[in-house]
């Protein structure tokens, strides 16, 4: 992400909005599944689970772009 800057984000952002098939401009644990399998990553439905709860930073049952951004890029620098 770093090396890409703003493009990288964009990328992303333009990623998310494929991945959310009612463009509702959040994931549901169907559609981030649904991502995890159609990008063929390999995960199993235990690690796609375990992902889902580490992105859901507020324990709404849903993904949101910020809170997919924020777990992508990681802590700020100070």
């Known amino acids: ?4 800057g703003a493009r990288g984000i964009i990328g ?4 998310f909005r494929i991945m959310d098939d009612n463009h509702s ?3 549901d644990k169907y559609e981030f599944t649904k991502a995890m399998q159609d ?6 439905e ?4 375990s992902l889902f ?3 859901d930073l507020n ?7 910020d ?3 924020r777990t992508i890029r990681g802590p700020m620098a100070a």
Do not use: D, P
């Open 53 to 55: 709860r580490t992105f």
């Open 67 to 69: 809170e997919f951004l």
């Open 25 to 27: 401009l959040s994931l």
């Open 12 to 15: 992303l952002s333009k990623q």
């Open 1 to 4: 992400m770093a090396s890409r």
């Open 39 to 44: 990008y063929m990553l390999g995960f199993s």
């Open 59 to 65: 324990r709404n049952g849903l993904v949101e772009y």
């Open 46 to 49: 235990a690690e796609i689970a």
